[in-house]
């Protein structure tokens, strides 16, 4: 039975950066695709990024929103997947979660069936 665990989250200005970590414990980690997303008080969960199985980097992918700002990256060794998140801004507030998928790596919440408890991030301006 995987767990997540997300960690990193905080209160900072406009234009700071934080990095969200999500450590998974289960040894076959590299099965598994990762997503972040991300709830704003009284919206939605939304997706944030994804990175595939096994992936050294290059299979990643962004939300319009975020594209450019944040990097998702993993270390398959640490069984932890990150979020850096550089230039904030006031509307990347929310609880962020982490997700995990066996299988091919996927942009909806849906398709996800573990789940971290969620990290705070606020960004005043």
């Known amino acids: 039975q995987m767990t997540l665990g997300e960690s990193g989250g905080g209160s900072v200005q406009a234009g700071d950066s934080l990095r969200l970590s999500c450590a998974a414990s289960?040894?076959?980690?590299?099965?598994?695709?990762m997503g972040w997303f991300r709830q704003a008080p009284g919206k939605e969960r939304e997706f944030v990024a994804r990175i595939g199985w096994r992936s050294s980097g290059e299979d990643t992918y962004y939300a319009d929103s975020v594209k450019g700002r944040f990097t998702i990256s993993r270390d398959n060794a640490k069984s932890t997947v990150y979020l850096q998140m550089d230039s904030l801004k006031p509307e990347d507030t929310g609880v962020y979660y982490c997700?995990?998928?066996?299988?091919?790596?996927?942009?909806?919440?849906?398709?996800?069936?573990?789940w971290g408890q969620g990290t705070q991030v606020t960004v005043s301006s």
């Open positions: 997700a995990a998928r066996n299988g091919l790596p996927s942009l909806s919440i849906f398709d996800y069936d573990r």
């Open positions: 289960i040894r076959s980690f590299s099965d598994y695709s």
